[in-house]
């Protein structure tokens, strides 16, 4: 999948993304729903940066390349942890936008109404910082080793999970217990809160939009009918 599905997925969805933000950066095109639409293909992109190292691990060419072992090993959780944060952020945005369209449909007075600067700037740090804080815990969730071989010419690495029984050679985990429970509180919390409460919120805002726009189709056709009626 890394080697077959992903690198298609990667460039169609970094063109994807940079496309849609040279259009929505063009003049006359800055409003609060372009705003929103902007920052989620911001998180996007980098969702699929943080996860590219991931896929060339899977190539031999490179990863057997010390630099790149040396690069990757470092990173390889870190890379994700960003991707996770990325992930939450982009699910948060479009969450907002999707509240925002409904919000537009049912009363038209509200999408001329433009946010403030400053109500903006608060909204976006707001998701950014919130999100950062509830995946925060990837960054410390796992215990990497590194070691040469062959004279140096060749780097390993072996990474425990900070909440794991097990570790190395059989040796007793030596990571606090009130480190142990963070990580999996949150791996608890960001799984509720950061994809499962979210996708059912999704959902309903989708079928409570497409309800509101087949009301709105049919109060045309009403409207036109009721002279006929009249007569």
């Given at each position: 999948?890394?080697?077959?599905?992903?690198?298609?997925?990667?460039?169609?969805?970094?063109?994807?993304?940079?496309?849609?933000?040279?259009?929505?950066?063009?003049?006359?095109?800055?409003?609060?729903?372009?705003?929103?639409?902007?920052?989620?293909?911001?998180?996007?992109?980098?969702?699929?940066?943080c996860?590219?190292?991931?896929s060339?691990?899977?190539?031999?060419?490179?990863?057997?390349?010390?630099?790149?072992?040396?690069?990757y090993?470092?990173i390889?959780?870190?890379?994700?942890?960003?991707?996770?944060?990325?992930?939450?952020?982009?699910i948060?945005?479009?969450?907002?936008?999707?509240v925002?369209r409904?919000?537009?449909?049912r009363s038209?007075?509200?999408?001329?109404?433009?946010?403030?600067?400053r109500?903006?700037?608060s909204?976006?740090?707001?998701?950014?910082?919130?999100?950062?804080?509830?995946?925060?815990?990837?960054?410390?969730?796992?215990?990497c080793?590194?070691?040469d071989?062959?004279n140096?010419?060749?780097?390993?690495?072996?990474c425990?999970?900070v909440?794991?029984?097990?570790?190395?050679?059989?040796?007793?985990?030596?990571?606090?217990?009130w480190?142990?429970?963070?990580?999996?509180?949150?791996t608890t919390?960001?799984?509720?809160?950061?994809?499962?409460?979210?996708?059912?919120a999704?959902?309903?805002?989708?079928?409570?939009l497409v309800?509101?726009?087949?009301?709105?189709?049919?109060?045309?056709?009403?409207?036109?009918?009721?002279?006929?009626?009249?007569?």
């Amino acid at each position: 999948m890394w080697q077959y599905f992903f690198p298609p997925l990667f460039v169609v969805g970094i063109l994807g993304n940079l496309t849609e933000l040279f259009v929505l950066f063009s003049p006359g095109m800055r409003n609060r729903a372009n705003n929103l639409l902007s920052a989620m293909a911001f998180a996007d992109i980098a969702f699929l940066l943080c996860l590219l190292p991931h896929s060339l691990v899977n190539y031999p060419s490179i990863a057997t390349n010390h630099l790149f072992r040396i690069i990757y090993f470092h990173i390889k959780y870190e890379s994700l942890a960003f991707a996770n944060w990325s992930s939450a952020a982009a699910i948060c945005f479009m969450l907002v936008v999707c509240v925002d369209r409904l919000l537009g449909i049912r009363s038209p007075l509200y999408s001329r109404k433009e946010w403030t600067k400053r109500k903006t700037c608060s909204l976006f740090l707001g998701i950014v910082v919130g999100t950062g804080l509830l995946t925060a815990f990837h960054h410390v969730s796992y215990h990497c080793f590194y070691w040469d071989l062959c004279n140096g010419t060749q780097i390993h690495s072996k990474c425990f999970h900070v909440a794991a029984d097990t570790w190395r050679k059989n040796e007793i985990n030596p990571t606090p217990e009130w480190l142990r429970n963070y990580v999996r509180m949150g791996t608890t919390f960001h799984s509720l809160f950061g994809i499962f409460f979210p996708t059912i919120a999704l959902i309903a805002l989708n079928v409570a939009l497409v309800r509101e726009l087949k009301k709105r189709s049919n109060e045309p056709l009403l409207a036109s009918e009721a002279p006929l009626h009249h007569k």
